[in-house]
């Protein structure tokens, strides 16, 4: 495979949308699939990005746009700009430093980063690598609820400071790249040694043999009792999905479909993000994660409520290209984009964005 991108090549990098060609080429065709696909015919990995491009804005002019400021906030907690780091598998696919090289890019750019229970890395590891990191972990349910309370404790032992709980995945959605390539995610030490049927503890099974299947409102009541770290769910679409996580005591919703690697033909989550906002009526921050490609992306997603958005693929694409230099360029370009944004826009910080800047 060619050597990562050096400085002056990725400093020629000018969108996200440029770092995936170069990933491709270092990372094994089978991986890169598997990060690119989506399910059955992909009708919603497209729709996700091309949805975006529906929203049209309404600038205001003559404003005091002499300072201007992207900063947000995560749970309370500031961030450089209204975005975090997705959960992503496997990030040792992409690069040897894994979630390492994500979470020094993370803390470079003070943004949060959410680390996967499919992660190459653990909680404690990624924390020791950077120790600053603003880490939120992940969370599958595992067959054995022992273990994944073990995972959450261990979680935030490490330093993570909320639990983002996947809602989203009961089974595997009909991935059609991986069943022609025969993709098997690598080992994963958060899973490598949870047991279920007919896998003995020590004994490796891929995540999906591992999942808890058939959970329900009710569950989220436990899950809630294996830490104090505030809970977020994530992979909710509809309103009264919403409405029934406020009432279940949650801290924030992600409006999201799994990357669109679940069930295809779903709407895509910038789509559902308005009704999803008036459903919780202001009681819990919403994140919309999902096709987000463009600084302009997070304007219209705080614009229509959202208090942050997630980014997933393009900073796997950069980490495979340049490592955590590749995440950083990736991060600086969102961060101008968003910058020239807001004063075209006739605002001065993220808290100017509002609703009828958009069309």
């Given at each position: 495979m060619?050597p990562?991108l050096g400085?002056?090549?990725l400093?020629a990098i000018?969108s996200?949308r440029?770092?995936?060609?170069p990933?491709?080429?270092r990372?094994?065709g089978?991986?890169?699939?598997?990060v690119?696909?989506?399910?059955?015919d992909e009708v919603?990995?497209?729709?996700?990005d091309?949805?975006?491009l529906?929203y049209?804005f309404?600038?205001?002019v003559?404003?005091d746009?002499?300072?201007?400021?992207v900063?947000?906030t995560?749970?309370?907690?500031?961030?450089?700009l209204?975005v975090a780091?997705?959960?992503?598998?496997?990030?040792?696919m992409a690069h040897p430093?894994a979630?390492?090289a994500?979470?020094?890019?993370a803390?470079?750019a003070g943004?949060?980063?959410?680390?996967?229970t499919?992660a190459?890395?653990?909680a404690a590891?990624?924390?020791?690598?950077?120790?600053g990191?603003d880490?939120?972990f992940?969370?599958?349910?595992?067959h054995d609820?022992?273990?994944?309370?073990?995972?959450?404790?261990a979680a935030?032992?490490?330093g993570?400071r909320?639990?983002?709980?996947?809602v989203?995945l009961?089974?595997?959605g009909?991935r059609?790249r991986?069943?022609?390539?025969?993709?098997v995610?690598?080992?994963?030490?958060n899973?490598?040694a949870?047991?279920?049927a007919?896998?003995?503890?020590?004994?490796?099974a891929?995540?999906?043999?591992?999942?808890?299947?058939?959970?329900?409102?009710g569950?989220?009541?436990?899950?809630?009792?294996?830490?104090?770290?505030?809970?977020?769910?994530k992979?909710i679409?509809s309103?009264?999905?919403a409405?029934?996580?406020v009432?279940?005591g949650?801290?924030g919703?992600?409006v999201?479909?799994?990357?669109?690697?679940q069930?295809?033909r779903?709407?895509?989550?910038?789509?559902a993000?308005?009704a999803v906002?008036?459903a919780?009526a202001?009681r819990?921050?919403?994140w919309?994660?999902?096709?987000?490609?463009r600084?302009?992306?997070?304007?219209?997603a705080i614009a229509?409520?959202a208090?942050g958005?997630?980014?997933?693929?393009p900073?796997?694409?950069?980490l495979?290209?340049?490592?955590q230099?590749?995440?950083?360029r990736?991060?600086a370009?969102?961060r101008e984009?968003?910058e020239?944004a807001?004063?075209?826009?006739g605002?001065a910080?993220?808290?100017?964005?509002r609703?009828?800047?958009?069309?």
């Amino acid at each position: 495979m060619p050597p990562r991108l050096g400085p002056d090549e990725l400093a020629a990098i000018v969108s996200l949308r440029e770092f995936e060609a170069p990933a491709r080429g270092r990372m094994s065709g089978p991986a890169f699939e598997y990060v690119a696909g989506g399910s059955w015919d992909e009708v919603s990995l497209a729709e996700a990005d091309a949805a975006w491009l529906d929203y049209r804005f309404v600038p205001r002019v003559l404003t005091d746009i002499r300072r201007i400021d992207v900063g947000g906030t995560f749970l309370g907690r500031s961030s450089s700009l209204p975005v975090a780091i997705a959960p992503m598998a496997a990030q040792g696919m992409a690069h040897p430093d894994a979630e390492g090289a994500m979470a020094r890019a993370a803390v470079a750019a003070g943004i949060p980063m959410i680390l996967s229970t499919s992660a190459s890395m653990t909680a404690a590891a990624v924390m020791a690598a950077e120790p600053g990191a603003d880490c939120l972990f992940q969370l599958y349910l595992l067959h054995d609820l022992g273990y994944t309370r073990s995972l959450v404790e261990a979680a935030a032992a490490a330093g993570c400071r909320a639990i983002v709980l996947t809602v989203d995945l009961p089974v595997l959605g009909y991935r059609e790249r991986d069943r022609r390539s025969g993709f098997v995610l690598p080992r994963m030490p958060n899973v490598v040694a949870a047991p279920s049927a007919g896998v003995g503890r020590g004994r490796y099974a891929g995540l999906d043999d591992q999942r808890a299947i058939g959970l329900t409102w009710g569950d989220l009541e436990a899950v809630r009792t294996w830490s104090s770290l505030p809970l977020v769910l994530k992979g909710i679409v509809s309103p009264d999905d919403a409405r029934l996580a406020v009432e279940h005591g949650v801290d924030g919703i992600v409006v999201s479909n799994h990357g669109a690697r679940q069930l295809d033909r779903t709407i895509a989550p910038i789509r559902a993000l308005e009704a999803v906002i008036d459903a919780v009526a202001g009681r819990v921050e919403v994140w919309v994660d999902g096709g987000v490609r463009r600084g302009l992306d997070v304007a219209i997603a705080i614009a229509l409520g959202a208090t942050g958005v997630l980014v997933g693929r393009p900073f796997y694409w950069a980490l495979a290209a340049g490592g955590q230099a590749g995440v950083e360029r990736a991060i600086a370009i969102l961060r101008e984009e968003l910058e020239l944004a807001l004063p075209l826009l006739g605002c001065a910080s993220i808290a100017d964005l509002r609703r009828d800047l958009i069309a």
